[in-house]
Protein backbone atom coordinates (compact mmCIF):
# COMPACT_ATOMS: atom_id res chain seq x y z
CA UNK A 1 0.00 0.00 0.00
CA UNK A 2 1.30 3.65 -0.67
CA UNK A 3 3.05 4.75 2.68
CA UNK A 4 1.54 8.02 4.39
CA UNK A 5 -1.53 8.13 2.14
CA UNK A 6 -4.90 8.60 3.59
CA UNK A 7 -7.54 6.78 2.26
CA UNK A 8 -11.04 8.67 1.91
CA UNK A 9 -14.10 7.14 3.62
CA UNK A 10 -16.00 9.02 1.20
CA UNK A 11 -15.15 7.03 -1.51
CA UNK A 12 -18.16 5.20 -3.62
CA UNK A 13 -16.50 3.23 -6.05
CA UNK A 14 -12.94 1.76 -7.02
CA UNK A 15 -11.74 0.19 -9.96
CA UNK A 16 -8.99 -2.61 -9.52
CA UNK A 17 -6.07 -2.97 -12.07
CA UNK A 18 -3.76 -6.17 -11.50
CA UNK A 19 -0.91 -5.72 -13.91
CA UNK A 20 2.31 -7.88 -14.76
CA UNK A 21 5.63 -6.09 -16.93
CA UNK A 22 3.42 -4.02 -18.71
CA UNK A 23 4.29 -0.55 -17.67
CA UNK A 24 3.93 1.34 -20.83
CA UNK A 25 0.18 -0.39 -21.31
CA UNK A 26 -0.77 0.30 -17.79
CA UNK A 27 0.11 4.08 -18.48
CA UNK A 28 -2.41 3.88 -21.38
CA UNK A 29 -5.14 2.53 -18.63
CA UNK A 30 -4.46 4.73 -16.28
CA UNK A 31 -5.06 8.08 -18.74
CA UNK A 32 -7.60 6.06 -19.52
CA UNK A 33 -9.29 6.24 -15.61
CA UNK A 34 -7.79 9.90 -15.52
CA UNK A 35 -10.26 10.48 -18.63
CA UNK A 36 -13.27 9.79 -17.14
CA UNK A 37 -16.05 11.97 -17.42
CA UNK A 38 -18.04 10.81 -14.12
CA UNK A 39 -18.54 13.51 -11.55
CA UNK A 40 -18.44 10.45 -9.23
CA UNK A 41 -15.38 10.69 -6.91
CA UNK A 42 -13.33 6.94 -7.37
CA UNK A 43 -10.13 5.49 -6.25
CA UNK A 44 -7.89 3.03 -8.23
CA UNK A 45 -6.17 0.35 -6.73
CA UNK A 46 -3.13 -1.21 -8.80
CA UNK A 47 -1.99 -4.68 -7.71
CA UNK A 48 1.53 -5.30 -8.88
CA UNK A 49 2.34 -9.46 -9.27
CA UNK A 50 5.55 -8.68 -10.42
CA UNK A 51 7.61 -8.18 -6.93
CA UNK A 52 11.17 -8.61 -8.46
CA UNK A 53 10.72 -5.33 -11.22
CA UNK A 54 7.73 -3.64 -9.48
CA UNK A 55 7.77 -1.44 -12.79
CA UNK A 56 4.07 -1.40 -12.55
CA UNK A 57 3.99 -0.39 -9.12
CA UNK A 58 6.26 2.74 -9.92
CA UNK A 59 3.78 3.71 -12.93
CA UNK A 60 0.66 4.03 -10.93
CA UNK A 61 2.66 5.49 -7.83
CA UNK A 62 3.46 8.18 -9.70
CA UNK A 63 -0.34 8.70 -11.14
CA UNK A 64 -1.27 8.91 -7.23
CA UNK A 65 2.07 11.04 -5.96
CA UNK A 66 0.56 13.52 -9.31
CA UNK A 67 -2.74 13.60 -7.80
CA UNK A 68 -4.13 12.39 -11.35
CA UNK A 69 -5.66 9.63 -9.43
CA UNK A 70 -6.26 9.17 -5.80
CA UNK A 71 -5.63 5.30 -5.31
CA UNK A 72 -3.52 2.95 -3.51
CA UNK A 73 -0.91 0.45 -5.48
CA UNK A 74 0.69 -2.46 -3.28
CA UNK A 75 2.27 -5.70 -4.67
CA UNK A 76 1.65 -9.33 -4.64
CA UNK A 77 4.21 -11.63 -4.33
CA UNK A 78 2.09 -14.83 -4.69
CA UNK A 79 2.63 -14.97 -8.74
CA UNK A 80 -0.47 -16.10 -10.77
CA UNK A 81 -3.58 -14.38 -12.06
CA UNK A 82 -6.24 -15.15 -9.22
CA UNK A 83 -3.94 -14.11 -6.43
CA UNK A 84 -3.13 -10.57 -8.13
CA UNK A 85 -7.13 -10.06 -8.45
CA UNK A 86 -7.86 -11.31 -5.35
CA UNK A 87 -5.29 -8.73 -3.69
CA UNK A 88 -6.84 -6.05 -5.82
CA UNK A 89 -10.58 -6.94 -4.59
CA UNK A 90 -9.62 -7.77 -0.75
CA UNK A 91 -7.98 -4.37 -0.64
CA UNK A 92 -10.22 -2.44 -2.00
CA UNK A 93 -13.19 -3.73 0.11
CA UNK A 94 -11.01 -3.44 2.95
CA UNK A 95 -9.43 0.24 2.30
CA UNK A 96 -12.67 1.91 0.99
CA UNK A 97 -15.32 0.33 3.64
CA UNK A 98 -18.06 2.96 2.30
CA UNK A 99 -17.48 2.23 -1.49
CA UNK A 100 -20.54 0.63 -2.96
CA UNK A 101 -18.81 -0.77 -6.18
CA UNK A 102 -16.10 -2.19 -7.39
CA UNK A 103 -14.60 -2.88 -11.09
CA UNK A 104 -12.06 -4.45 -12.94
CA UNK A 105 -9.89 -3.44 -16.06
CA UNK A 106 -6.95 -5.06 -17.63
CA UNK A 107 -3.68 -3.81 -18.24
CA UNK A 108 -3.76 -4.30 -21.63
CA UNK A 109 -7.15 -2.68 -21.62
CA UNK A 110 -8.43 1.36 -22.01
CA UNK A 111 -11.99 2.30 -20.97
CA UNK A 112 -13.86 5.26 -23.04
CA UNK A 113 -14.48 8.23 -21.15
CA UNK A 114 -18.33 7.31 -20.10
CA UNK A 115 -17.33 3.76 -19.10
CA UNK A 116 -17.39 4.16 -15.44
CA UNK A 117 -20.64 6.22 -14.91
CA UNK A 118 -22.15 3.76 -17.67
CA UNK A 119 -21.44 0.54 -15.69
CA UNK A 120 -22.46 2.53 -11.98
CA UNK A 121 -25.67 3.80 -13.48
CA UNK A 122 -27.03 0.67 -14.57
CA UNK A 123 -26.23 -0.93 -11.10
CA UNK A 124 -27.99 1.77 -9.57
CA UNK A 125 -31.01 1.61 -11.79
CA UNK A 126 -31.20 -1.99 -11.86
CA UNK A 127 -30.00 -3.31 -8.13
CA UNK A 128 -27.97 -6.18 -10.45
CA UNK A 129 -24.76 -7.48 -8.27
CA UNK A 130 -22.57 -7.91 -11.15
CA UNK A 131 -22.71 -5.41 -14.34
CA UNK A 132 -20.59 -6.57 -17.69
CA UNK A 133 -19.48 -4.59 -20.53
CA UNK A 134 -17.89 -5.31 -23.97
CA UNK A 135 -14.78 -5.44 -24.43
CA UNK A 136 -13.89 -4.90 -28.03
CA UNK A 137 -10.53 -6.25 -30.02
CA UNK A 138 -8.14 -3.52 -31.35
CA UNK A 139 -5.70 -5.52 -33.98
CA UNK A 140 -2.71 -4.50 -33.74
CA UNK A 141 -0.86 -3.55 -37.46
CA UNK A 142 0.07 -6.65 -39.29
CA UNK A 143 -2.75 -8.68 -37.95
CA UNK A 144 -5.89 -9.89 -39.47
CA UNK A 145 -8.65 -7.13 -39.24
CA UNK A 146 -11.47 -9.78 -39.76
CA UNK A 147 -10.43 -11.30 -36.32
CA UNK A 148 -12.00 -8.78 -34.34
CA UNK A 149 -15.28 -11.47 -34.80
CA UNK A 150 -13.52 -14.33 -33.38
CA UNK A 151 -15.06 -16.21 -30.97
CA UNK A 152 -12.06 -16.07 -28.83
CA UNK A 153 -12.67 -11.73 -28.68
CA UNK A 154 -15.86 -11.29 -29.74
CA UNK A 155 -18.09 -10.24 -26.61
CA UNK A 156 -20.51 -12.58 -25.01
CA UNK A 157 -23.28 -9.91 -25.59
CA UNK A 158 -24.45 -6.79 -27.90
CA UNK A 159 -27.32 -6.00 -26.18
CA UNK A 160 -28.08 -3.85 -22.83
CA UNK A 161 -30.23 -5.88 -20.52
CA UNK A 162 -30.47 -8.35 -17.96
CA UNK A 163 -28.41 -11.39 -19.08
CA UNK A 164 -27.87 -14.84 -16.85
CA UNK A 165 -23.99 -14.42 -16.35
CA UNK A 166 -20.71 -13.17 -17.86
CA UNK A 167 -17.83 -14.92 -18.33
CA UNK A 168 -14.92 -12.93 -17.53
CA UNK A 169 -13.98 -9.80 -15.39
CA UNK A 170 -11.54 -7.87 -18.17
CA UNK A 171 -14.43 -5.43 -18.51
CA UNK A 172 -17.04 -5.83 -14.69
CA UNK A 173 -18.56 -4.02 -12.18
CA UNK A 174 -19.26 -6.48 -8.77
CA UNK A 175 -21.25 -5.01 -5.72
CA UNK A 176 -20.11 -5.05 -2.22
CA UNK A 177 -23.02 -7.06 -1.31
CA UNK A 178 -21.93 -9.86 -4.41
CA UNK A 179 -18.32 -10.13 -2.14
CA UNK A 180 -20.54 -10.57 1.08
CA UNK A 181 -22.49 -13.08 -0.70
CA UNK A 182 -19.72 -15.14 -1.82
CA UNK A 183 -17.05 -14.39 0.69
CA UNK A 184 -13.61 -13.77 0.60
CA UNK A 185 -11.28 -14.81 -1.08
CA UNK A 186 -12.60 -14.17 -4.73
CA UNK A 187 -11.47 -16.21 -7.26
CA UNK A 188 -10.50 -19.58 -6.37
CA UNK A 189 -6.50 -19.82 -6.77
CA UNK A 190 -7.12 -23.44 -8.13
CA UNK A 191 -7.45 -21.39 -11.72
CA UNK A 192 -4.26 -19.38 -11.14
CA UNK A 193 -2.00 -20.75 -14.32
CA UNK A 194 -5.00 -21.95 -16.31
CA UNK A 195 -7.40 -18.67 -16.09
CA UNK A 196 -11.32 -19.03 -15.72
CA UNK A 197 -11.09 -17.58 -11.91
CA UNK A 198 -13.36 -15.21 -13.03
CA UNK A 199 -15.70 -17.55 -15.13
CA UNK A 200 -15.84 -19.45 -11.47
CA UNK A 201 -16.69 -17.03 -9.72
CA UNK A 202 -19.71 -15.65 -11.92
CA UNK A 203 -21.02 -19.12 -12.02
CA UNK A 204 -20.97 -19.04 -8.63
CA UNK A 205 -22.69 -15.74 -8.09
CA UNK A 206 -25.55 -17.21 -10.28
CA UNK A 207 -25.91 -20.17 -8.15
CA UNK A 208 -26.52 -17.90 -5.62
CA UNK A 209 -29.34 -16.00 -6.95
CA UNK A 210 -27.19 -12.57 -7.82
CA UNK A 211 -28.81 -10.56 -10.96
CA UNK A 212 -26.53 -9.76 -13.83
CA UNK A 213 -26.76 -6.95 -16.35
CA UNK A 214 -24.91 -5.94 -19.58
CA UNK A 215 -24.06 -2.63 -20.25
CA UNK A 216 -23.25 -2.40 -24.06
CA UNK A 217 -22.51 1.30 -23.66
CA UNK A 218 -19.83 0.50 -21.33
CA UNK A 219 -17.03 0.00 -23.77
CA UNK A 220 -13.69 -0.85 -22.93
CA UNK A 221 -10.92 -1.92 -26.35
CA UNK A 222 -8.43 -4.29 -25.93
CA UNK A 223 -4.97 -4.32 -27.30
CA UNK A 224 -4.47 -7.86 -29.00
CA UNK A 225 -0.75 -8.46 -30.37
CA UNK A 226 0.18 -10.15 -33.43
CA UNK A 227 0.88 -12.89 -31.68
CA UNK A 228 -2.50 -13.19 -30.92
CA UNK A 229 -3.78 -13.82 -34.31
CA UNK A 230 -1.63 -16.59 -35.14
CA UNK A 231 -3.59 -20.22 -36.08
CA UNK A 232 -1.77 -21.09 -33.07
CA UNK A 233 -2.46 -18.79 -30.58
CA UNK A 234 -5.94 -19.09 -31.02
CA UNK A 235 -5.89 -23.31 -31.36
CA UNK A 236 -4.35 -22.72 -27.54
CA UNK A 237 -7.29 -20.01 -26.56
CA UNK A 238 -9.86 -22.58 -27.39
CA UNK A 239 -7.77 -25.63 -25.72
CA UNK A 240 -7.31 -23.27 -22.63
CA UNK A 241 -11.59 -22.47 -22.87
CA UNK A 242 -12.41 -25.74 -23.37
CA UNK A 243 -10.43 -26.88 -20.30
CA UNK A 244 -11.82 -23.77 -18.35
CA UNK A 245 -15.41 -24.96 -18.85
CA UNK A 246 -14.65 -28.63 -18.15
CA UNK A 247 -12.89 -28.29 -15.16
CA UNK A 248 -16.06 -25.63 -14.11
CA UNK A 249 -18.29 -28.44 -14.69
CA UNK A 250 -16.37 -30.81 -12.43
CA UNK A 251 -16.40 -28.40 -9.71
CA UNK A 252 -20.09 -27.76 -9.50
CA UNK A 253 -21.33 -31.19 -10.43
CA UNK A 254 -23.80 -32.75 -8.10
CA UNK A 255 -23.71 -36.19 -6.75
CA UNK A 256 -21.46 -39.26 -7.85
CA UNK A 257 -23.75 -38.70 -11.43
CA UNK A 258 -22.45 -35.37 -11.95
CA UNK A 259 -19.13 -37.35 -13.31
CA UNK A 260 -21.13 -39.49 -15.95
CA UNK A 261 -23.27 -36.57 -17.05
CA UNK A 262 -19.81 -34.61 -17.79
CA UNK A 263 -18.31 -36.75 -19.26
CA UNK A 264 -21.04 -37.44 -21.80
CA UNK A 265 -21.19 -33.90 -21.98
CA UNK A 266 -18.29 -33.54 -23.10
CA UNK A 267 -18.33 -36.68 -25.82
CA UNK A 268 -21.28 -34.90 -27.22
CA UNK A 269 -19.33 -31.75 -27.66
CA UNK A 270 -16.61 -33.26 -29.51
CA UNK A 271 -19.12 -35.17 -32.00
CA UNK A 272 -21.16 -32.13 -32.58
CA UNK A 273 -18.23 -29.71 -33.13
CA UNK A 274 -16.85 -31.15 -36.53
CA UNK A 275 -20.04 -30.40 -38.05
CA UNK A 276 -20.07 -26.92 -36.63
CA UNK A 277 -16.61 -26.21 -37.62
CA UNK A 278 -17.70 -27.21 -41.28
CA UNK A 279 -20.53 -24.75 -41.58
CA UNK A 280 -18.15 -22.11 -39.89
CA UNK A 281 -15.57 -22.89 -42.32
CA UNK A 282 -18.45 -22.79 -45.19
CA UNK A 283 -19.64 -19.13 -43.93
CA UNK A 284 -16.69 -17.63 -43.42
CA UNK A 285 -13.77 -19.27 -45.66
CA UNK A 286 -11.74 -18.73 -42.36
CA UNK A 287 -9.69 -21.88 -40.92
CA UNK A 288 -8.96 -19.89 -38.10
CA UNK A 289 -12.47 -19.09 -37.10
CA UNK A 290 -13.56 -23.05 -37.92
CA UNK A 291 -11.00 -24.51 -35.55
CA UNK A 292 -12.11 -23.29 -32.83
CA UNK A 293 -15.34 -25.46 -31.84
CA UNK A 294 -13.12 -28.74 -31.96
CA UNK A 295 -10.33 -27.09 -30.09
CA UNK A 296 -12.70 -25.66 -27.09
CA UNK A 297 -13.92 -29.75 -27.96
CA UNK A 298 -10.24 -31.45 -27.53
CA UNK A 299 -9.78 -28.81 -24.61
CA UNK A 300 -12.55 -30.26 -22.85
CA UNK A 301 -11.09 -33.95 -23.04
CA UNK A 302 -8.03 -32.84 -22.33
CA UNK A 303 -8.37 -31.43 -18.94
CA UNK A 304 -10.81 -34.43 -18.59
CA UNK A 305 -7.53 -36.87 -18.43
CA UNK A 306 -5.47 -34.14 -16.30
CA UNK A 307 -3.80 -32.29 -19.12
CA UNK A 308 -4.79 -28.17 -19.06
CA UNK A 309 -2.65 -25.54 -20.82
CA UNK A 310 -1.24 -23.37 -18.21
CA UNK A 311 -0.55 -20.00 -19.79
CA UNK A 312 -0.31 -18.10 -16.54
CA UNK A 313 2.51 -20.10 -15.10
CA UNK A 314 5.06 -18.43 -17.73
CA UNK A 315 7.04 -15.11 -17.10
CA UNK A 316 5.24 -13.47 -19.93
CA UNK A 317 1.99 -11.74 -20.61
CA UNK A 318 -1.43 -13.22 -21.19
Not at 40 to 63: C, L, T
Not at 66 to 71: A, E
Not at 94 to 122: K, N
Not at 194 to 213: C, E, K, N, P, S
Request: proline residues 6%; contains cysteine; aromatic residues 8%.
Amino acid sequence: MSPNRAVDTAIDIVVCVPTFRRPDWLARTLDSLVAQTTRRPFAVVVVENDAGARQGADVAEAYFASGRLRGLALVEHAQGNCHAINAAFGTALGAYPAARFFLMIDDDEWAEPTWLEAMVATAERTGAGVVGGPVMPQIAQGGPPALARHPAFRPAFDTSGPVPVIYGSGNCLIARSTFVRLGLPAFDVAYNFLGGGDTDFFMRARRAGIQFQWEQEAVISETVPVARTTLRWLAARGLRIGAINYRIDRKHRLGGIGGVVIAMKSAVILSLSVGRSLRILAKTRQLTFALHPIAVAVGRCLASIGIEPQPYRAATPK
